[in-house]
């Protein structure tokens, strides 16, 4: 026998059922959670086997209700819209080079002043340190949620022209920088000129030859190919560039304490998964380079061009306040 109800009958219990599935919604929301995840790299860099630990460790340690969607190689924007879409909340994580966020908190210029970094030591003082983390906690003030630093690593100058060993050889080359006011002020000082542009189209760029040269880690040019288009590499290490880890806040304060917990412990412990797989791989990348020239510079070649950046140590200075650069400067000599 069927029961026939009234059409007024259902739409009003439609609308019931709506309505308390409305009200649970932030039950049902803590209950499962996708969150979509950008980044700038190649699925085979370090940065994206970072994202797929991060959700492997949350999709275990929740049974599956927290889950991460992976977009890589700029597929939801440049780095520097990647944030803007962490602060309107159209992406919910990111990892982005820190020089990205000099454009949104200026605090953050203080980690880009060429040559002040020596070795990772030095490094994960300062950024695992108080300096660090409350470079971090400053995001807020900015509508985003900074979870800890990944590593993107030390920066080489690359080029298709020749071997270059002093800023006199960087004379008039196009130079591509990211974008962020410090690194093309740089540069122009050791010479170059120098331009941003957002990572995404960087190889295009190159290959087109609208820039000779460009900067960044050896297994990031490796695993982007950008061998295809770049035949010298000079062993600056001018920069170190950590890939601060972000989160929209509201996706991070709708979550519950128990699932912030479990978010920043698998963070941690992805950290330290991505920087051992960081270690290896500008070696490993060296191993694998095809036709590449790479040239290590000596102390006296290095110091030719560390020795232009006073005016860069002024800017920075005058932009965040001296404090913060004596601190790093401090913590890592
Ligand atoms: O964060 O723009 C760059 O050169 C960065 O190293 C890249 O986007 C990865």
């Known amino acids: 026998m069927t029961l026939s109800l009234p059409k007024k009958f259902i739409r009003s219990a439609a609308l019931a059922i709506g309505l308390c599935a409305i009200a649970a919604g932030p039950a049902l929301a803590k209950d499962k959670l996708v969150l979509k995840a950008g980044h700038a790299a190649s699925t085979s860099n370090t940065g994206h086997k970072a994202f797929e630990f991060l959700a492997k460790e949350l999709a275990e340690k929740t049974d599956g209700r927290i889950t991460v969607e992976i977009f890589p190689s700029s597929q939801l924007g440049s780095e520097r819209e990647l944030v803007e879409s962490i602060q309107l909340g159209n992406v919910d994580m990111t990892f982005i080079s820190s020089a990205v966020l000099g454009n949104f908190n200026p605090e953050f210029f203080a980690l880009d002043i060429p040559f002040m970094f020596k070795d990772r030591e030095g490094v994960y003082r300062v950024l695992d ?43 008039g080359m196009k130079m591509r920088t990211m974008e ?8 122009r000082e050791e010479g170059a000129n120098p331009a941003p542009l957002a990572f995404g189209e960087l190889f295009t760029a190159l290959q ?68 051992d797989l960081a270690r290896k791989a500008d070696d490993e990348a060296v191993a694998a380079m095809p036709g590449v020239t790479i040239t290590e510079l000596t102390p006296e070649e290095l110091a030719a061009f560390s020795s232009r950046m006073g005016p860069i140590h002024d800017m920075v200075k005058k932009r965040v306040g001296a404090g913060i650069v004596d601190a790093i400067l401090a913590e890592v000599n």
């Open 180 to 187: 962020n006011e410090v690194h093309i002020a740089a540069w």
């Open 129 to 171: 340190g108080e300096i660090g983390q409350n470079l971090l906690a400053s995001l807020e003030k900015v509508g985003i949620k900074g979870l800890g630093y990944w590593e993107n690593g030390f920066r080489q100058l690359t080029n298709n022209k020749k071997v270059i060993k002093s800023p006199d050889d960087l004379k």
């Open 208 to 275: 087109q030859g609208t820039f000779d040269a460009q900067e960044g880690p050896i297994n990031l040019f490796y695993d982007m190919k950008f061998y295809e288009v770049q035949k010298f590499i000079s062993k600056t290490n001018h920069v170190y560039s950590p890939w601060p880890v972000l989160i929209n806040p509201d996706v991070y304060q709708r979550m519950s304490d128990a699932d912030r917990a479990i978010l920043e412990e698998a963070v941690a412990k992805t950290t330290e998964y991505q920087r």
